[in-house]
């Protein structure tokens, strides 16, 4: 496909790059929460609740990067489709 959708695809790169250093920002978090974590309930709640919970919002700019970049595509797909008919 061309390029010329070129600055979903930049956001798209964007929003990916951010989400990528989100989710490993949270890791390293979770890491270093259990490690301050008084007691061992503490830790498992971090650990199974508070990890999942913050890389789950940690990772929605990488959704949204894949959704522009589809958006990108489809919309190329339909121009050239609407050029082959005429």
Same mark, same amino acid.
């Given at each position: *496909?061309?390029? %010329? ?8 790169? &964007?929003? /990916? /790059?951010?989400? =990528?250093?989100?989710?490993? $920002?949270? &890791?390293?978090? &979770?890491? $270093? !929460? *259990? /490690?301050?974590?008084?007691? $061992? ?16 919002f940690a ?12 958006? !990108?595509? &489809?919309?190329?797909? =339909?121009? %050239?489709?609407?050029?082959? =008919?005429?």
């Amino acid at each position: *496909m061309s390029r %010329d959708y070129g600055a979903l695809r930049l956001w798209s790169s &964007v929003l /990916i /790059i951010i989400g =990528v250093a989100g989710v490993i $920002f949270v &890791v390293i978090g &979770v890491i $270093f !929460a *259990m /490690i301050g974590a008084a007691t $061992f309930w503490q830790a498992l709640a971090i650990l199974l609740i508070g990890g999942p919970l913050a890389a789950l919002f940690a990772s929605w700019p990488i959704a949204l990067g894949q959704g522009l970049r589809a958006l !990108a595509d &489809v919309a190329e797909y =339909v121009r %050239d489709q609407q050029s082959s =008919v005429r």
